[in-house]
């Protein structure tokens, strides 16, 4: 996977779960991605799997050597 495959992924996903979130930011940062949304659900505890989700992307995307 690419980073941006996995993105698109997790973006569908979110279109299911909370259709209208909006991206604020998407950016590398101290040798990862880090992923910023605002999202607006009927239950508050559909929050909790959704940060989990983006917690593991941005855990799986690291990469030291990125670090600048």
């Not at 910023?36 to 989990?52: F, R, S, T, V």
Request: proline residues 4%.
């Amino acid at each position: 996977y690419d980073w941006a495959k996995i993105i698109d992924e997790l973006l569908q996903e979110l279109e299911i779960i909370a259709p209208n979130y909006e991206i604020y930011q998407i950016k590398l940062k101290w040798g990862g991605i880090r992923i910023y949304l605002g999202l607006k659900l009927e239950n508050p505890n559909d929050y909790a799997p959704i940060q989990e989700e983006i917690y593991k992307i941005e855990k799986a995307l690291f990469n030291k050597n990125l670090i600048y």
